[in-house]
């Protein structure tokens, strides 16, 4: 139990996909424009990076590696993200048209976003069991949400604040990650 919360804690703070690894930034800047749809984003990566996770191992596991096709690898998991994308894609489209349209072209962009293959990648690397997958995957995912979010409120608070001319726009957003990236690395002692 304690190995899980570490790599729990470990995927969502200290390893953080976004601040540490970099992955996933179109998303992280294109849609945390306002908490609640960066906070939807994040959901919705959340639950296709556990789903992904859980469903790469038991095919990597199952599939690839008693077949020997362990070079599939990739291939195959981009087309596990791209079906379970397309699931939440139509299930938002029914469920809440509104969210849909506000996340637009970045929901289908879920399926390129290389947070959610590089999870199911490190997870055969790192040769993770599947509890240990599902668990990385959420761990990793709820540190995308926790970045998006706080991304988010940072954008919405500098938007009504005085901001000198060159710095208007994208490169305040991209000094505020870059700071965020820098607190981040306080977690690093925390494991």
């Given at each position: 139990?304690?190995?899980?919360?570490?790599?729990?804690?470990?995927?969502?703070?200290?390893?953080?996909?976004?601040?540490?690894?970099?992955?996933?930034?179109?998303?992280?800047?294109?849609?945390?424009?306002?908490?609640?749809?960066?906070?939807?984003?994040?959901?919705?990566?959340?639950?296709?990076?556990?789903?992904?996770?859980?469903?790469?191992?038991?095919?990597?596991?199952?599939?690839?590696?008693?077949?020997?096709?362990?070079?599939?690898?990739?291939?195959?998991?981009?087309?596990?993200?791209?079906?379970?994308?397309?699931?939440?894609?139509?299930?938002?489209?029914?469920?809440?048209?509104?969210?849909?349209?506000?996340?637009?072209?970045y929901l289908p962009l879920i399926t390129t976003n290389c947070a959610v293959l590089g999870v199911a990648l490190s997870n055969v690397q790192?040769?993770?069991?599947?509890?240990?997958?599902?668990?990385?995957?959420?761990?990793?995912?709820?540190?995308?949400?926790?970045?998006?979010?706080?991304?988010?409120?940072?954008?919405?608070?500098?938007?009504?604040?005085?901001?000198?001319?060159?710095?208007?726009?994208?490169?305040?957003?991209?000094?505020?990650?870059?700071?965020?990236?820098?607190?981040?690395?306080?977690f690093a002692g925390l494991i």
């Amino acid at each position: 139990m304690k190995e899980m919360i570490l790599l729990l804690v470990g995927a969502a703070l200290v390893n953080n996909v976004v601040l540490s690894q970099f992955y996933g930034l179109c998303p992280f800047l294109g849609v945390s424009k306002q908490v609640k749809t960066a906070a939807s984003m994040g959901l919705a990566v959340l639950f296709v990076i556990t789903i992904a996770s859980a469903i790469a191992n038991l095919i990597y596991t199952y599939v690839l590696v008693p077949l020997d096709l362990t070079f599939l690898q990739t291939i195959v998991f981009i087309l596990v993200i791209a079906a379970l994308v397309q699931f939440v894609e139509m299930f938002l489209k029914k469920s809440n048209p509104g969210l849909y349209k506000a996340l637009g072209v970045y929901l289908p962009l879920i399926t390129t976003n290389c947070a959610v293959l590089g999870v199911a990648l490190s997870n055969v690397q790192e040769e993770y069991g599947f509890v240990q997958s599902v668990v990385n995957g959420i761990g990793t995912s709820l540190g995308f949400l926790i970045a998006i979010v706080i991304m988010a409120g940072i954008r919405e608070k500098t938007a009504h604040n005085k901001v000198i001319g060159p710095f208007k726009g994208m490169p305040v957003v991209l000094f505020a990650a870059a700071l965020m990236a820098i607190a981040f690395t306080g977690f690093a002692g925390l494991i």
